[in-house]
């Protein structure tokens, strides 16, 4: 008797198939299907797109690239126009408007010094300078300062800029009409002697203290605030190119080693060893990193040259000729108003000590080719000047007709002949430092003017590029 099988559902397989008798067809086995509770219909897996899946990774970083692109050109452009701004309030704005304010000093101080010499030569003859000398002197200096004043009212900004402007023109019709009334009354006297006081002395003090007490100082106040607004725009200019560039530079580099990290991570997930056009977007990037924030940083040592080198020397030197201009005027205003000789001695002390103070200024910031030998001639001229200063008032007691001689003449060796070669010892230093300072600013404005706009496009060339790049790995991920 054969032995019988259990009857009944055959096992599981393990892997195998299970042992059956020849004769018994075998079914291939096949998983239970999984039911949904309640007799629903089973939902597929949700697949979804996992953060560490190469193609998201792959766009990520991507994404990263346009972000960072995107930010070191905002970043460059800010720098960019902090140090355009700057070299245009040195070089363009407030710098030249300093200038023209200097030069409205200069003129002021040199219309009260002729109106004095009016008044000291009289109608004497056989001096080296004359009534009428002194009165186109006048003229040419009055000419010199409405084209100050047009210049200074023209950029003038802000309300107490206007109002100070104003009260310059207001004050200096008053101080015309006054001059009006002090040549006429001067010329009336045809018999007074040169040391004996004139008619129009009273006057001319009047004169003298208008200038002093409100013209002068009003254009001293103009020039306060101009010099103040080249300090502001130079300083925001400075710091603001800086900060923008620094952090340009971070993120430029930044940018610069996501690129080449993105190199490295195709290698390792995609087994390419070289990307053609990701390597070559990583060296352009490198490239308009490193050219780009150079440009900023060299437009912020053309604004130092700018500020520091050039203008400064302007503004202490440009000072020192109107200072000039009234120190030559109290020399005169001592000669023919003995009863406020002393006053107008101090003043003449005063100014020479603000003048020791300017030259020595100059002296320490001594930069540019040719500037230290012409700032020693100048120096020795002013040295020249003061000595012919002593010399005069050693003269005027014992020979008064040559102390005003000596003191007004511009003949060889004399004292107006030493003033006018300061000047222009002064000038030749001034137009060396005004080269230099319109010099480094055009050179920082010419150095950025590209960048203005190649930041942003570089940018965005660097962006589609690295998409570019990664595109075709992009594709590989695709489903069939």
């Known amino acids: 008797m054969g032995t019988v099988g259990t009857v009944g559902a055959p096992p599981r397989p393990s892997?195998?198939?299970?042992?059956?008798?020849?004769?018994?067809?075998?079914?291939?086995?096949?998983?239970?299907?999984?039911?949904?509770?309640?007799?629903?219909?089973?939902?597929?897996?949700?697949r979804g797109l996992r953060l560490t899946s190469t193609p998201t990774l792959l766009r990520l970083y991507g994404i990263a690239v346009a972000v960072l692109a995107a930010g070191f050109a905002a970043l460059l452009t800010r720098a960019v126009v902090a140090a355009d701004d700057g070299l245009r309030v040195v070089g363009q704005g407030a710098g030249p408007q300093v200038v023209a304010a200097n030069n409205l000093y200069l003129g002021l101080a040199s219309m009260d010094a002729e109106l004095a010499n009016i008044v000291l030569v009289g109608d004497e003859t056989g001096l080296g300078y004359t009534r009428a000398d002194a009165q186109t002197a006048y003229r040419n200096a009055r000419t010199a300062v409405a084209e100050a004043l047009r210049a200074?009212?023209?950029?003038?900004?802000?309300?107490?800029?206007?109002?100070?402007?104003?009260?310059?023109?207001?004050?200096?019709?008053?101080?015309?009409?006054l001059a009006g009334q002090i040549t006429y009354a001067d010329a009336q006297d045809d018999a007074r002697r040169l040391q004996d006081p004139s008619p129009a002395l009273p006057n001319l003090r009047r004169a003298t203290d208008m200038m002093h007490n409100g013209l002068l100082p009003s254009a001293d106040?103009?020039?306060?605030?101009?010099?103040?607004?080249?300090?502001?725009?130079?300083?925001?200019?400075?710091?603001g190119t800086a900060l923008y560039a620094g952090l340009?530079?971070?993120?430029?580099?930044?940018?610069v080693l996501l690129l080449i990290g993105g190199q490295v991570f195709l290698f390792r997930r995609t087994h390419r060893v070289f990307n053609p056009i990701l390597a070559a977007v990583t060296v352009a990037a490198m490239c308009v990193v490193a050219i780009g924030a150079g440009a900023a940083f060299d437009a912020r040592d053309e604004l130092d040259v700018a500020k520091h080198d050039a203008f400064d020397s302007v503004l202490a030197l440009t000072r020192t000729k109107a200072l000039v201009a009234d120190a030559n005027g109290d020399e005169s205003r001592w000669l023919v108003d003995a009863a406020n000789a002393r006053q107008y001695a101090d003043r003449y002390a005063d100014t020479t000590r603000l003048l020791t103070m300017h030259f020595t200024r100059e002296l320490d910031n001594i930069t540019f080719d040719g500037e230290r030998e012409a700032a020693r001639t100048a120096y020795e001229a002013n040295a020249t000047y003061q000595a012919f200063d002593t010399k005069m008032r050693g003269m005027?007691?014992?020979?008064?007709?040559?102390?005003?001689?000596f003191n007004t003449s511009h003949r060889a060796g004399n004292s107006n002949w030493a003033y006018e070669r300061l000047?222009?010892?002064?000038?030749?230093?001034?137009?060396?430092?005004?080269?230099?300072?319109?010099?480094?600013?055009?050179t920082g404005e010419r150095d950025l003017g590209a960048w203005r706009w190649l930041g942003s496009a570089a940018a965005v060339a660097l962006a589609l590029a690295t998409w570019r790049g990664i595109r075709p790995r992009l594709r590989e991920y695709r489903n069939p």
């Open 15 to 46: 892997g195998r198939a299970p042992d059956r008798p020849a004769d018994f067809p075998e079914r291939p086995w096949r998983p239970r299907r999984a039911t949904a509770p309640h007799g629903k219909a089973p939902q597929p897996r949700h």
């Open 152 to 177: 200074s009212a023209a950029n003038a900004s802000g309300a107490a800029a206007r109002d100070t402007v104003g009260r310059l023109v207001d004050g200096l019709g008053a101080y015309d009409n």
């Open 221 to 239: 106040a103009l020039l306060d605030a101009d010099a103040a607004s080249v300090t502001r725009g130079y300083q925001d200019g400075r710091d």
């Open 248 to 255: 340009a530079l971070a993120v430029g580099i930044l940018l």
């Open 396 to 405: 005027a007691s014992a020979d008064f007709r040559g102390a005003v001689d």
């Open 423 to 442: 000047q222009s010892d002064l000038d030749a230093v001034v137009a060396i430092n005004r080269t230099h300072m319109t010099a480094a600013s055009d």
